[in-house]
């Protein structure tokens, strides 16, 4: 396919999605981190408010979009249409994991991408929305992006990475396995709910089956008693001179609260530790500390300045671009620092 791969399976952007899906304390930092990094918009409201597309999504849209795929792979895409005077006049969103690299040149220089929805190769997407073969763009060039234009309606991406050329490690790599614990933990509450006995008095079926039907009854009916909907029962067998009460031992129930509570707080600290989020931000209380606004803002400041580099990433890629409209320059300007608002109770 003549594509730089994308680790060794040429997934793993789609693989750090879903692990991000899969637990919601991961989900929240990615989501307090991307806030913080759009922040409160362009400090020019007029350009930020600029239909940027035929879908109608204005250049605000576009920088929440685009600071949710930053925050969580460190690196975004952006898919470009031009007239023949090389202007810029369409700008939309491209999900960072539907782009790679082309092959390089031999000093290791990327000239195009290509671009797929359906990198897995699943059998069971849409073939009349997945594009089946990917499809090739030269990256954003506007030195050449009139003569191609001319040439056909393909556009130019800017598929920008942290270091130029390399694929970047997703933001919550370090902690795949903390999250995937996560995760897990979750699987098996849910589990338990739904498979597990739990129980609150006997049922014993003394004897053994007499017939194959007989035992698929009893199998039946003990599938009934288990997970949330159960009646909390345990089950017993024995021959017919098995004494159930001779039998009765004591058993501590490993509830998963038991189980994960020292795991669970330490999967929380480090995914707060990784994104370097006040706990306040992410809804957390420390020890007897309490929500006053004193500590919202003292979380608001911090966060403002840890982002404040995502945020002039942005700034310069949009300032990249906004030259070229179609409809004069757009000089965005900076992106605006989150304020936190006092709440007002009537």
């Keep these: 396919k003549e594509i730089h791969t994308y680790d060794t399976d040429n997934l793993y952007p789609q693989r750090i999605k879903e692990l991000h899906f899969r637990s919601p304390l991961a989900k929240q930092a990615v989501e307090v981190q991307a806030d913080f990094i759009a922040g409160d918009g362009w400090t020019n409201e007029t350009a930020g408010e600029t239909i940027a597309n035929e879908d109608g999504y204005t250049f605000n849209d576009l920088l929440n979009f685009l600071s949710l795929d930053f925050s969580l792979f460190l690196g975004l895409g952006i898919h470009f249409n031009f007239n023949g005077l090389g202007q810029i006049i369409e700008v939309n969103f491209l999900p960072f994991e539907f782009t790679r690299f082309g092959l390089p040149t031999p000093m290791g220089k990327h000239r195009n991408v290509k671009v797929s929805n359906n990198w897995e190769q699943a059998s069971n997407k ?60 979750m699987r098996y509450e849910l589990n338990n709910a ?6 609150g008095f ?44 001779d039998s009765i031992v004591t058993l501590d129930d490993p509830t998963t609260p038991d189980l994960y509570e020292g795991i669970a707080t330490r999967i929380e600290r480090t995914v707060i530790q990784n994104f370097a989020i006040p706990p306040q931000l992410m809804g957390i209380l420390q020890d007897s500390s309490v929500f006053s606004q004193a500590v919202m803002q003292d979380g608001f400041i911090y966060y403002n300045i840890k982002t404040r580099k995502f945020r002039n990433v942005m700034a310069r890629i949009f300032k990249s671009f906004g030259e070229l409209w179609h409809e004069g320059p757009l000089d965005f300007g900076k992106i605006k620092e989150r304020e936190y608002e006092t709440p007002v109770f009537r």
Excluded: C, R
Aim: glycine share 12%; no cysteine.
């Design 202 to 245: 006997f049922w014993n079926y003394p004897g053994n089956f007499d017939s194959k039907e007989e035992e698929q009854a009893v199998l039946d009916k003990v599938g009934g008693m288990t997970g949330s909907d159960g009646p909390g029962i345990m089950i017993t067998a024995g021959d017919e001179d098995y004494k159930l009460t």
């Design 194 to 199: 739904t498979h597990g006995f739990h129980g």
């Design 126 to 185: 849409n073939k009349f929305d997945s594009l089946i073969d990917p499809v090739t763009y030269p990256l954003f060039n506007p030195l050449t992006a009139g003569a191609e234009a001319l040439v056909g309606p393909g556009g130019q991406v800017l598929y920008h990475t942290q270091v130029p050329d390399l694929y970047p490690l997703a933001s919550i790599d370090a902690i795949a396995d903390t999250i995937q614990t996560d995760a897990e933990i």
